[in-house]
């Protein structure tokens, strides 16, 4: 009905309506789409590359559970790179780890010959269950101790078969009473 905007006599209308459409409203970006796509991808790229030495940029998972084939002695004075400490403490590669889901009797301060006894007879069954084949050794996610592991061989804790012989009990933070009853 209206064909025109404007007031009488300000513009001249043609028959194909041109004058409606004499400024073409144009979209204005801040930043042309195009420099923002080459933008995103030199990042990705740059990432990708550098993926390894960014923090945090380790995968979900890694480093949380390694496959150990190593062969184990007792630790003695020279702590070699695998070794056993005590049957709740290993040395693997040089860094020092703790079994987490055990308690195990003192082997260095024991309170008395039972105890003592007890000590030598976990550390040597561990001892024979590390060397039995590899096992897994995955970082324990309740932990807040970097070192702690718990050892798994067919998906069976090594931790839980010393607690089954009776030579450890299931880890607590309260210490345990090694000589009652002896």
């Known amino acids: 009905m209206a064909r025109n905007l404007y007031d ?3 513009r001249q209308a043609s028959g194909s309506d041109a004058w409606l459409q004499e400024r073409e409203d144009r979209r204005t970006g801040i930043v042309p789409m195009g420099t923002l796509i080459v933008a995103l ?3 990705g790229a740059l990432a990708w590359v550098l993926k390894d030495l960014l923090p945090g940029s380790r995968q979900p998972g890694a480093d949380l559970s ?3 084939s190593e062969t184990f002695t007792p630790c003695g004075d020279d702590m070699s790179t695998s070794c056993l400490i005590s049957a709740n403490e290993f040395m693997l590669s040089g860094k020092s780890y703790r079994i987490a889901d055990i308690s195990v009797p003192s082997l260095t301060n024991p309170q008395c010959p039972a105890e003592a006894r007890l000590a030598d007879q976990s ?9 039995g084949g ?3 050794a995955r970082k324990d996610p309740t932990e807040s101790d970097s070192r702690a592991r718990i050892l798994l061989r067919d998906n069976v804790s090594l931790g839980s078969v010393l607690i089954a ?3 450890a009990r299931s880890w607590s933070p309260a210490p345990v009473d090694w000589c009652e009853g002896a």
């Open 8 to 10: 009488v006599d300000d």
């Open 41 to 43: 991808l030199l990042a």
């Open 66 to 68: 390694i496959r150990v």
């Open 123 to 131: 550390r040597r069954a561990m001892l024979s269950m590390m060397n």
């Open 134 to 136: 590899a096992f897994e």
């Open 165 to 167: 012989k009776g030579l």
